[in-house]
């Protein structure tokens, strides 16, 4: 029994440590990534139907998104789809 009770005690000591890593190993990639990624301010105006446009607002608000992050989301996925397009 008491070799139970170490092997259990020995298995949540290394799943906190574990834990505790993989908490600063993401945290060490966050500080990377807003290093890397610095926001850019642009204002896009929108010329299209008033309809589509409730209708984005509508979804993003069932996503519990708002359109900034859409407008993000679909100018990064545009990106990837079409950057073999250009050469860098």
């Known amino acids: 029994m008491a070799a139970n009770k170490n092997n259990d005690l ?3 000591i290394e ?7 993989d908490t600063e190993y993401e945290k060490s990639l966050d500080e990377k990534m807003k290093k ?38 679909l100018i990064s996925e545009y990106n990837q789809k079409n950057k073999d397009l250009i050469e860098r």
């Open 10 to 12: 020995k298995a949540r």
């Open 36 to 73: 890397k990624a610095k926001p850019v301010k642009k204002t896009f105006s929108f010329r299209g139907y008033e309809e589509d446009w409730a209708l984005f607002t509508e979804i993003n608000k069932a996503r519990r998104i708002n359109n900034s992050i859409a407008l993000n989301m």
């Open 15 to 21: 799943a906190r440590n574990k834990l505790n890593t």
